[in-house]
């Protein structure tokens, strides 16, 4: 399965943008999906997950009720809907796939594909 993030941008501090990862493969719609992101000089970091069905959702804190993560399977993409942006989400996004449908991940090493990434910059 390949993954393609877009999406980001720059924004000002307080907007939101909507982050898209499109899958190559039908069998997207069976993995669980999750996002990450990764700052200059910081590890990288979860920001989300939500299962195949799109059932079951789960939020790092820093994003809680500011960010939402969805999907379509219908068009073997997903999102991540970002409101109230901070300069703190100032980050590189990658959208990561799951073949395994236990559990939500939160680590990386979870997750078996990746897209590329899109670029984030939230200005003050």
């Known amino acids: 399965v390949q993954l393609q993030a877009s999406g980001g941008g720059l924004v000002q501090a307080g907007g939101s943008l909507r982050l898209s990862c499109a899958a190559s493969?039908?069998?997207?719609?069976?993995?669980?999906m999750g996002w990450f992101r990764q700052a200059p000089g910081n590890e990288r970091e979860f920001v989300a997950a939500?299962?195949?069905?799109?059932?079951?959702?789960y939020y790092a804190d820093s994003v809680k009720g500011r960010f939402t993560i969805s999907r379509d399977n219908a068009k073997d993409t997903g999102y991540l809907q970002m409101n109230s942006l901070k300069p703190e989400d100032t980050a590189v996004y990658y959208c990561?796939?799951?073949?395994?449908?236990?559990?939500?991940?939160?680590?990386?090493?979870?997750?078996?594909?990746w897209g590329q990434g899109t670029q984030v910059t939230v200005s003050s």
């Open positions: 990561a796939a799951d073949r395994t449908t236990v559990r939500l991940g939160i680590l990386g090493s979870e997750y078996d594909y």
């Open positions: 493969a039908r069998t997207f719609s069976y993995y669980n």
């Open positions: 939500i299962s195949w069905s799109g059932g079951r959702t």
